[in-house]
């Protein structure tokens, strides 16, 4: 069953609304972003969260040395790697980590094989943020691609109107919205509450066959 990350948190009662509606994981953005928090007020609200929700923080180009303080400072589960990091730095790091990759066309999907790691993320290469920019890319590039044994999130314009048919096309992992949960910038808690609700009743319908 797909599960949900909402991403871009920076207030407490965005990750409560969340949480409460059946998240299964926030994130943190600490690269550059409208949707940039600080280190101290994402601990201050991954201390408030529930245990079983994952804390994700997302990074562009970060050193080792500043990942490591903020999964100790955040209590970060992964952290989300949305830069120039190789291979070779991504398994260097000795914390679990998610390294994205963003898809302007097909072939960009061949680097996936090349990073470890348990889950890699696909985003849209489109706008001018690596964090994310709320636009979508063509799913059906995923069709034939390798993923090996990873877990694949989905992420890049998703909002409740198109998250049914990304979940029958792609068949993620998780499911990664930002921008699609907002109303002029903000989180707003009636479009999570439905984007959730929508993914929850679609997951429904495909453990009990009625969704092919």
């Known amino acids: 069953m797909t ?3 909402v991403c871009g948190i920076q207030q407490w009662e965005a990750a409560k609304w969340a949480v409460d509606a059946g998240a299964d994981a926030v994130g943190f953005i600490f690269a550059d972003s409208r ?4 280190m101290e007020r994402a601990a201050a609200i991954s201390g408030s969260l529930p245990g079983g929700i994952l804390k994700i923080g997302v990074f562009v180009n970060a050193s080792k040395e500043d990942l490591q303080s903020a999964v100790e400072m955040v ?3 992964y952290v989300q790697l949305h830069g120039d990091e190789s291979p070779e730095f991504c398994r260097s790091l000795g914390i679990p980590y998610i390294k994205a990759v963003s898809i302007k ?3 960009d999907l061949d680097i996936l094989p ?7 993320l696909v985003d849209s290469g489109k706008g001018p943020y690596r964090g994310g920019n709320g636009t979508s890319f063509d799913w059906d590039y995923l069709k034939d691609s390798q993923t090996g044994d990873r877990k694949l999130i989905l992420a890049g314009g998703l909002q409740k109107g198109n998250v049914r048919e990304a979940i029958q ?5 998780m499911v990664d919205v930002s921008s699609g949960v907002e109303s002029s910038g903000i989180k707003d808690k009636e479009k999570i509450m439905k984007f959730i609700k929508e993914v929850r009743e679609v997951n429904s319908e495909m453990e009990s066959g009625e969704l092919k």
Do not use: T
């Open 35 to 38: 949707r940039k928090v600080s």
């Open 105 to 107: 066309e097909k072939d």
């Open 169 to 173: 096309k792609v068949r993620p992992y």
């Open 114 to 120: 090349e990073y470890g790691g348990d889950m890699v």
């Open 75 to 77: 209590n970060l589960d």
């Open 3 to 5: 599960k949900i990350k």
